[in-house]
C-alpha cells in the first residue's frame, strides 16, 4: 500500500499505536495539537511542525521574513490551542546550496520578530543540505490547565475566534498576481496567509478561567478540525450557517466565500466548545477578542450544517491532508 491509499490520518493513527502513551510524566500523548508532559512539578507543551518547499509553501510566493514569522507562529498556535504560553523553540533547517544568503537573512529576521512578540527564546537546532527547502521547528512551552479536542460534550456551544476563509482567499490571490504592497484592498487577506497570528492570549484566557471544554486550532479547514475535535470527544455538531464568521474583504474577492469559511485551511485561530452556561462570560469576553458562536456539538454522531430556512445537510469535511 502507498501512504496516497493510506492518507495521513491513518498514518498518524498507525504510528500512535505503534508509540502508546507510556509512564506518568505524559498526560497527553499522540494526537492532539500538542502533547502535554508533567517531569517534575510543571505541565509542559510540547510540539513540531514541518514547512517543505513546494508543498507548504512556495518561494515565489511566500516573502521569507513572512514565511520566518509563519513557520514560528504555526507553532505557536497549537500552544495556544492548549492554553498555554510558549517558552523556547528549536530551529532545523535544510537548504540546497545555491540558495542566496540574503534570503536565508530575511528568513531568520522573520523568525526573530515573531520570537520577541511572543517571548520565544531560540536555543538550538540543525542545519543541513537539502534538495528543497525544508523547515522544521519545535516549540516547548508551559501549560497551566491545558485543553484538549477530547473534552466536549453534547449540548457544548461552538465558538471560532476571528473569520474564516481568508488564509485560502489570500493564497488565491497570490497566485492570481496580487502582491502585499501592491493591493490594497486585497492585503488583510494576503496577511492572513502570510502572517498568520497565533491566538495566544485568548488560548490562555479560555484555559485560565476554564471557559472552554474542548479546543482545536483551524490549520486544515473547519470541516476537516472540527472533524477532529467531534472524533476526540465522541460527539457529532451542528454548524449554522449564517453565523459563520466572514470578513468584508472575502465576501468582496470571493464569489462563495462560504465554501472557503468551511473547507479552506490555515486560518490558525481558534475552535473551541463551550458549556452554556458559559455563554455570558464568554460574550463578555468577545468585548475584547473576536468570537463568534456558530453551532453546538450533539450526541448523534456525523457534522450537520444548517442554512437560514433552517434546512439541515450533512457536512463532509473536505480540508487539507497530506498524501492526498
Known amino acids: 500500500m502507498k501512504l496516497r491509499s493510506l492518507g495521513e490520518r491513518d498514518l498518524i493513527t498507525a504510528i ?3 508509540f502508546p502513551k507510556k509512564g506518568r510524566a505524559v498526560v497527553l500523548g499522540i494526537g492532539d495539537d500538542a502533547s502535554v508532559l508533567k517531569p517534575g512539578k510543571k505541565l509542559l507543551i510540547l510540539t513540531k511542525d514541518l514547512l517543505v518547499e513546494r508543498v507548504d509553501f512556495f518561494r515565489n510566493l ?3 521574513y513572512y ?9 505557536l498556535s497549537d500552544v495556544a490551542a492548549m492554553g498555554g504560553r510558549p ?6 533547517l535544510g537548504f540546497p ?8 537573512q530575511e528568513y531568520l529576521r522573520g523568525f526573530k520578530r515573531a520570537a520577541r512578540e511572543t517571548g520565544v527564546s531560540l536555543v538550538g537546532g540543525d542545519i543541513s543540505k537539502a534538495a528543497e527547502i525544508v523547515i522544521s521547528v519545535t516549540v516547548l512551552g508551559e501549560a497551566g490547565l491545558p485543553v484538549s479536542r477530547g473534552g466536549g460534550k453534547p449540548g457544548d456551544l461552538l465558538f471560532v475566534s476571528g473569520s474564516l476563509g481568508d488564509a485560502q482567499a489570500g493564497f488565491r490571490l497570490l497566485n492570481r498576481g496580487f502582491r502585499l504592497g501592491r493591493n490594497r484592498k486585497a492585503a488583510p487577506l494576503l496577511q492572513a496567509f502570510l502572517n498568520p497570528v497565533p491566538q495566544l492570549r485568548l488560548g490562555r484566557e479560555l484555559s485560565r478561567r476554564r471557559l472552554a471544554s474542548a479546543m482545536i486550532d483551524l490549520s486544515d479547514g473547519l470541516s476537516v478540525d472540527l472533524m477532529h475535535l467531534c472524533e476526540a470527544s465522541g460527539v457529532g455538531a451542528v454548524i449554522e450557517l449564517e453565523k459563520v464568521p466572514l470578513s468584508s474583504e472575502i465576501r468582496a474577492f470571493v464569489r462563495e466565500p462560504l465554501l472557503l469559511a468551511l473547507h479552506g485551511g490555515e ?3 481558534l475552535l473551541f466548545s463551550a458549556p452554556p452556561e458559559n455563554r455570558a462570560a464568554l460574550l463578555k469576553l468577545s468585548r475584547v477578542y473576536s468570537i463568534a458562536e456558530i453551532g453546538h456539538l450533539t450526541a ?6 444548517v442554512n437560514g430556512e433552517k434546512r439541515r445537510t450533512r ?5 487539507y491532508e497530506h498524501f492526498k
Not at 514565511?67 to 507553532?75: D, F, Q
Not at 448523534?300 to 450544517?305: C, D, H, L, S
Open 97 to 104: 546550496p545555491e540558495t542566496e544568503t540574503r534570503w536565508v
Open 315 to 319: 457536512l463532509k469535511p473536505k480540508g
Open 67 to 75: 514565511l520566518g514569522r509563519k513557520s514560528l507562529n504555526v507553532n
Open 87 to 92: 517558552r523556547f523553540a528549536l530551529l532545523g
Open 62 to 64: 511566500h516573502p521569507p
Open 267 to 269: 486560518d490558525f485561530q
Open 16 to 18: 500512535a499505536r505503534e
Open 300 to 305: 448523534r454522531k456525523g457534522i450537520f450544517v
